[in-house]
């Protein structure tokens, strides 16, 4: 039987693909006709993660054939991979592939960072400016990551849900690696297979150093895992974590000058967006509340991170700030505005891009900036905790009880079929030891 995109779109649901980095937003969901252009992102936004470039190199006609049916299957005129030069290996094994895909090109991406957040890659790749607010999609673009498309290949091919992940695990220890695990399996044994740590005394963060979040050891792998570092707990990237948000305002309010460098370098006040993150600290420190737009304006933040991690001068926090009053904002109901006005691109932007070298350095993170193999064995793990809630939209209802016999690949959380979800599935053979409304917890045989 012919592939449609109605059978597509229920093949992604009901084997659990979902955006694999991210928020996980359910894949099936950003299947449009009103796309012309599929744009495949392998920018490898953060430093030190190499897991998208890798799963590109492996299985770039795998993952080529898939977006050239997608774009069949929504009347897309054009795919494009975005992939910075310096991956010669990603790059290479697409370029082995091209003729047989007439309507795939190359898009290059430069080294700079966020060249993965998707607005920046829909400018760099085709020069359309995503309006602040908006998704992709009003300028004609579906942007996918590379691990996802390839999960949506083994969903087509082989009825294979996603229940591996592919993760790369760096910084302080023996041997950085990119391993492919189970879903839920513990943090603590993705870092054994790095070699284990190589300091005593550390911090785990889940995602690249810009982005990620601190978590322990005893938290386990969910769809969206990309990175797990390993760092001192003195470490740069980690004491801005540490930090408390009364702290960070209090030295806001002592010690923000308003230089501008948060505002000037980030990436998408340049591409002409209103977030203006050294007017919401101006607001913020001061306790003025009648002037509503910097307040307001924290919606159009990407949390891309420059702010804090790069541009300020005096170490202080602005995206960590504007984080909290982005999400005081959802949390009581506030809407983005439908009158919000944007400007031209930036003719600053060209020159105020901040190189990944530069970046690296500026985080101290030189010293890991290391290979980090693939070792495309599945791993095999004794028990897993797979949670319930792995995407946005509505969390899982577990279908199984504690001593039920599953096996790998068996549905044991389904989503509703009138809501936002996807289908999540045991990524081990073995006995259910304990379900909840979260978690569903399995021994291996």
């Known amino acids: 039987m012919a592939m449609t995109l109605e059978k597509l779109q229920q093949l992604m649901k009901v084997n659990g693909v979902v955006g694999a980095g991210g928020a996980g937003f359910p894949s099936y969901a950003k299947l449009d006709k009103r796309a012309d252009t599929i744009i495949l992102n392998c920018a490898e936004c953060e430093p030190l993660l190499k897991l998208h470039r890798q799963v590109l190199t492996e299985y770039a006609y795998e993952i080529m054939s898939t977006l050239d049916l997608i774009a069949d299957l929504v009347d897309a005129k054009s795919v494009i991979i975005a992939v910075k030069p310096a991956y010669s290996e990603a790059v290479n094994a697409v370029k082995a592939h091209l003729e047989s895909f007439k309507r795939i090109s190359i898009g290059y ?27 992709p999609i009003t300028v004609g673009v579906t942007v996918f990551n590379v691990e996802t498309i390839y999960n949506v290949y083994r969903a087509i091919n082989e009825n294979e849900p996603v229940t591996f992940k592919y993760i790369t695990v760096a910084g302080e220890v023996k041997k950085p690696v990119t391993v492919k695990v189970p879903i839920g399996t513990s943090i603590k044994e993705v870092i054994k297979m790095a070699g284990g740590a190589t300091v005593q005394d550390y ?50 309010m002592s010690a923000c000058c308003q230089c501008k460098m948060c505002t000037d370098m980030c990436s998408r006040n340049l591409l002409g967006h209103p977030i203006k993150p050294h007017e919401f600290m101006r607001v913020a420190t001061s306790g003025v509340t009648r002037d509503i737009e910097p ?4 919606m159009f933040c990407s949390a891309c991170g420059l702010c804090e991690m790069y541009a300020c001068n005096q170490g202080l926090s602005p995206r960590t700030l504007i984080s909290v009053y982005k999400n005081g904002l959802k949390q009581n109901g506030v809407k983005i505005p439908d009158d919000i006005s944007f400007k031209e691109v930036s003719k600053q932007r060209e020159f105020r891009k901040v190189p990944m070298h530069r ?36 969390p899982c209802k577990a279908v199984v009880k504690k001593g039920d016999k599953v096996e790998y690949g068996q549905v044991i959380g389904e989503s509703s079929a009138d809501k936002l979800g996807v289908n999540i599935h045991a990524s081990i053979s073995g006995t259910v030891l304990e379900v909840s409304d979260r978690f569903v917890t399995i021994k291996g045989e």
Request: net charge positive.
């Open 203 to 252: 911090m785990l963060i889940n995602g690249g150093p810009m982005t990620g979040g601190l978590v322990e050891e005893f938290e386990t792998v969910t769809k969206t895992t990309n990175g797990i570092l390993v760092m001192p707990k003195d470490h740069y990237i980690i004491n801005k974590r540490r930090a408390s948000i009364k702290t960070d305002m209090k030295r806001a």
């Open 359 to 394: 970046l690296i350095a500026r985080l101290g993170l030189t010293q890991y900036d290391k290979p980090a193999p693939l070792d495309n064995e599945l791993r095999s793990v004794k028990t897993v905790k797979i949670a319930l809630s792995q995407h946005i939209g509505a």
């Open 295 to 298: 307040f307001v304006n924290t």
């Open 109 to 135: 991406l430069p080294e700079i960072y966020p060249a993965g957040d998707e607005v920046v890659t829909i400018y760099e790749t085709t020069k359309r400016v995503v309006e602040p607010g908006k998704l």
